[in-house]
């Protein structure tokens, strides 16, 4: 397999195609497991998850059973979840508290630094092994970004805050937007699915807004029924043309649309009057805190973004969530969905905000199922191996909206660039157009 | 734990509450006849003006709608919103639509009041497509309002998943 022609550009006639291999190869998915995600900084869990000393969240992360743990010393850590002994989990619960974790197997037990603290019948080792200090193993790289915490398993990685670059400055919009309101906690209940689907055509469909209008009609019809029923207006801006496709360093992408109905703070037309009131003094309170600028792109714009390779951090009219997707097969994907709210949001606003949160986005929403129906019928046409590409060429020759195609590309640019061994992609953007196809022979001529 | 946890024993055996169960699992089959023949309409029909369709998520089975994340969170609006975008063909997930098979047991009566009843039953829907049949398994619980004749009508309708994740089906697609 020559892994440089997976993916087809040329600017000058405006193409960008994938070749569909890189969806359907067990090959390829092995090379993904080897140079991505044992490289890539990968998501674990939010501090506002593990609050007190002794909390712990179980994770599995790029196939390692882990254990995000809230130390009875006040530390946060990442462990992996398998005794030193023989391997056994010694935590078997998915969430709880602990002052310690004792291996069922044969007892061995921890606490919550994952220091050995008890072996039964000790006499049985030499006095040189008990005086061993030993520790749960933990990743090689933890970091943590405004409560997120991460994960790298590969050796001489960058920081955390370097491999988000730009990106950053989306997640700090809306870290920085609800700290009026305490800022951000989870709430309980985690959507958990799977999706017949390659792993990468989640992130593509996060990150396109083309699949709007024909995948997530039934949603738009709902949406307006709901309108009329109050004499509310259809909203005046245009959410498209006023939208943008942004592919930043290191493969995070995102598109940001302008979009009503959003708690922190930009009310839907169908809330009611104190609602709507609540999220002007708020907006009014963002602005004077942080610049009418940032102040309007807090309240007023979505950030639809994805940290590479698997991760969405998305803050929307639908709620603030995060995603996680992890391939279990070429053609198959495990999908983890959680979601934020404000520590303190007034209570008409924080119903809106979980009506918005379920009605489109999740496995019983208006919006989500008919996603998966799109991603598993792509996966279904990728059976016909004579069809061999699939084309991203959108918005080559344009400023990138949200329906383009920038932010796809970006992804697979970042990831074409991996999957050969090297360190990242040359470039995030397109080349401009018509520089590259005009100039070199203007020069010649 | 939320306002729906219920005593583990049902009510007694007695004659009168035997034949209201009778009554109440007559409703639960007519109502599953309804779903697994997509008569949405009739069988939004059958839901009181004030009612909840829930269904949590599958890690927190006991979730409480007012604080947690659910699967599906309706009131009549909603529910109404969810039965029109069923039957339309933009459904793309149930278009061409699944086929369902909803196996209802272990019906129990938990609480009789004057004007209402809470029911507990066992459920196993099936759902086929796309080269795959597999099922939901879980239990259901509502809140039935008697009507007079002897028949209902449901005020709550919650469907709480035993799954540990949405593996075969990937969404909620169908009314569980």
């Keep these: 397999m020559d892994l440089s022609k997976l993916i087809f550009e040329d ?32 998501y674990v869990g939010h501090d506002s998850e593990i609050p007190e000393p002794g909390d712990y969240q179980r994770r599995t992360v790029a196939g390692r059973p ?17 005794c030193l002994h023989r ?13 310690a974790f004792t291996c069922f197997y044969h007892g061995w037990s921890f606490d919550t630094a994952g220091r050995l603290i008890g072996v039964p019948d000790a006499d049985g080792y030499s006095a040189d092994f008990n005086k061993l200090e030993q520790f749960l193993a933990a990743p090689p790289n933890v970091d943590s970004y405004r409560g997120m915490y991460f994960v790298n398993f590969g050796s001489n990685v960058a920081s955390l805050k370097d491999h988000l670059g730009d990106a950053r400055e989306l997640i700090d919009l809306t870290m920085d937007s609800a700290e009026p309101l305490g800022g951000w906690k989870i709430v309980r209940g985690t959507a958990k699915f799977k999706v017949r689907a390659n792993w990468k055509l989640l992130a593509e469909n996060s990150i396109d807004n083309y699949h709007f209008r024909t995948v997530h009609r039934t949603y738009s019809d709902y949406q307006s029924d709901r309108r009329e029923r109050v004499g509310a207006p259809a909203p005046s801006v245009n959410r498209i043309t006023n939208s943008r496709s942004l592919a930043f360093q290191n493969g995070h992408v995102a598109m940001l649309t302008h979009s009503v109905g959003r708690a922190i703070a930009n009310p839907s037309p169908v809330w009611s009057k104190e609602a709507a009131a609540e999220t002007a003094k708020l907006r009014d309170e963002l602005a004077r805190t942080y610049g009418e600028e940032r102040g309007h792109q807090m309240a007023d714009i979505s950030r639809f973004l994805i940290i590479f390779p698997n991760h969405a951090f998305h ?17 198959e994907m495990e999908v983890n969905q959680w979601e934020f709210i404000p520590r303190r949001e007034r209570k008409d606003l924080a119903a809106y905000r979980l009506e918005g949160a379920i009605m489109f986005q999740g496995p019983g929403g208006f919006g989500t199922p008919d996603d998966v129906e799109a991603l598993e019928s792509c996966q279904i046409g990728f059976g016909a191996p004579e069809v061999e590409w699939s084309d991203l060429s959108r918005g080559m020759r344009r400023v990138p909206r949200s329906d383009d195609e920038l932010a796809a590309r970006g992804f697979w640019r970042q990831w074409h660039a991996l999957i050969q061994g090297r360190d990242g992609a040359e470039r995030t953007q397109d080349l401009p157009f018509p520089e590259r196809a005009v100039r070199p022979r203007e020069a010649r001529g | 734990m939320n306002d729906v946890a219920s005593p583990v024993f049902g009510v007694p055996a007695s004659e009168q509450n035997l034949l209201l169960r009778l009554a109440v699992e007559h409703f639960l089959f007519e109502e599953a006849a309804l779903l697994d023949n997509w008569r949405l309409d009739e069988w939004l029909a059958l839901f009181t003006e004030d009612a909840q369709y829930l269904v949590p998520t599958t890690d927190q089975p006991d979730g409480d709608p007012s604080q947690d994340m659910m699967f599906i969170d309706d009131d009549y609006m909603r529910l109404a919103g969810r039965v029109r975008r069923l039957k339309s063909r933009h459904a793309h997930r149930e278009y061409p639509s699944s086929r369902t098979r909803r196996l209802i047991s272990n019906v129990r009566l938990t609480r009789i009041a004057a004007d209402e ?7 196993a829907v099936y759902r086929s ?48």
């Design chain 1, 87 to 99: 391997g056994a989990l010694v935590c078997r619960k998915d969430s709880g508290n602990a002052s």
């Design chain 2, 129 to 176: 497509r796309n080269e795959l049949t597999a099922p939901y398994i879980g239990i259901y619980r509502y809140t039935l309002a008697c009507q007079p004749g002897g028949t209902f009508r449901i005020r709550r309708r919650r469907a709480e998943l035993d799954l540990e994740r949405l593996s075969d089906h990937g969404a909620v697609s169908i009314i569980l």
């Design chain 1, 11 to 42: 600017t000058a006639a405006g193409l960008f195609r994938v070749h569909r291999s890189a969806m359907t190869s067990r090959e390829i998915m092995e090379l993904e497991r080897k140079r991505i995600f044992d490289r890539s900084w990968l």
């Design chain 2, 117 to 123: 009843v809470d029911v507990e039953a066992s459920f």
């Design chain 1, 315 to 331: 803050d929307t009219q639908s709620g603030f969530k995060m995603r996680q997707w992890w391939p279990t097969a070429p053609g």
């Design chain 1, 66 to 82: 882990l254990i995000f743990i809230h130390g009875r010393d006040g530390r946060i850590r990442i462990l992996i979840n398998s």
